[in-house]
């Protein structure tokens, strides 16, 4: 078995133990009276952390280099910040175009811990997810991709980023989201700058989402019938909020690209090692010279004139491979229940 479809089918294993797991949860008595926070925390630590753990422990694979726990230098994590932040426009472009089409579960969830103290919304909300989704995603699959052209891995990587959410509002914006997580790791050669990113996009929700309930607390008039048309808006005001994001994503997401491309030039072997070599790979090949003892025999013996530089082909390693193809029908599956049972 490659690394490649050793990857995809831990990647498989995690869908299947998330969505069992919900399944399980959802009839253990008394799991709805915890604390909301407290179940998020416990699921992504079951659901994540503990398979990465397992998995480097059965397959032996070397930590560090596995879950590219490499420092990638203050600018790079300065960087990293501005383009979460200035990603945010895009994000929200995404998730209003997918209004349209399915529900936004995120605005209720928010609506029954928006209570919370602020320092627990960002630890749960925002760190957590940072950590547990990072390390088996930008870790342990990405890794299994290191042999691949650069499209097909961040693709791949951004594709069941997106599964995993188990949600298709979420999925649109997560998968997106996961491409760009992808490429930055592996132009950096480091899971640090997407951990920050998460939690950047992550942290900016939960902060907007306090400043605006802090709002309603003080002025509940005033923002009492926003936040019902938030939740209940018709189809005409989402195509309305989709125009002013799409607006917003065309003047802002630029200068995420800016830095984006700083970003780029700072780590410029990277890119040639990890994305470059990858997409076209050099190699060396000895050439066949004719033995001086025995001139009618090839010696296969390579000498100081007998290695020539070739471009070999991008790499034919099968990505789409069964856990992939497994995984996107039963998340097709999973959905369709979802919506028949609600």
């Known amino acids: 078995m490659n690394t490649t479809h050793r990857s995809n089918l831990f990647a498989a294993i995690i869908l299947f133990a998330f969505m069992i797991g919900s399944i399980i949860l959802s009839f253990i008595p008394g799991i709805k009276q915890l ?4 179940i998020q925390v416990m ?6 952390v503990l398979p990465t753990i397992i998995y480097l422990i059965v397959t032996k694979s070397p930590v560090k280099k596995t879950l590219r726990l490499n ?3 203050l600018p790079t994590v300065i960087l990293s910040f501005l383009v979460g932040i200035f990603i945010l426009p895009l994000v929200m472009f995404i998730s209003s175009l997918a209004n349209l089409f399915v529900t936004n579960d995120v605005p209720f969830v928010m609506e029954k811990i928006i209570s919370s103290p602020t320092l627990a919304l960002l630890a749960v909300i ?5 950590i547990c989704e990072e390390l088996p995603l930008r870790g342990v699959l990405l890794s299994g991709y290191d042999q691949i052209d650069i499209k097909r891995a961040i693709l791949i990587n951004g594709l069941f ?14 998968f997106v989201l996961g491409v760009i997580f992808a490429y930055i790791v592996r132009l950096t050669n480091s899971i640090f700058p997407s951990m920050i990113m998460h939690f950047t996009i992550n942290g900016s929700t939960v902060l907007f989402q306090k400043l605006l309930f802090k709002m309603m607390e003080l002025y509940p008039d005033l923002y009492a019938d926003a936040a019902t048309t938030a939740l209940e808006a018709s ?3 989402k195509l309305q909020a989709v125009g002013v994001t799409f607006a917003l994503a065309l003047l802002i997401t630029p200068v995420a690209g800016l830095f984006l491309y700083f970003m780029h030039d700072i780590h ?4 040639k090692k990890y994305i470059l070599l990858q997409d076209n790979t050099i190699i060396q090949e000895p050439i066949i010279t004719q033995n001086k003892d025995f001139p009618e025999t090839e010696s296969l013996v390579p000498t100081e004139q007998t290695a020539v530089t070739t471009e070999a082909e991008p790499s034919r390693i099968k990505v789409l491979n069964w856990p992939v193809w497994l995984s ?11 919506a028949l049972f609600e």
Do not use: C, D, K, R
């Open 35 to 38: 604390p909301i926070l407290f």
């Open 43 to 48: 699921i992504e630590i079951i659901f994540l």
């Open 71 to 73: 420092w990638p230098g």
């Open 126 to 130: 925002a760190l957590t997810p940072a």
């Open 161 to 174: 980023f997106g599964i995993i959410h188990l949600n298709l509002h979420q999925f649109s914006y997560a």
């Open 235 to 237: 189809f005409t005001e």
């Open 268 to 271: 410029q072997e990277n890119y």
């Open 328 to 338: 996107i029908i039963a998340f097709v599956i999973f959905m369709v229940a979802t």
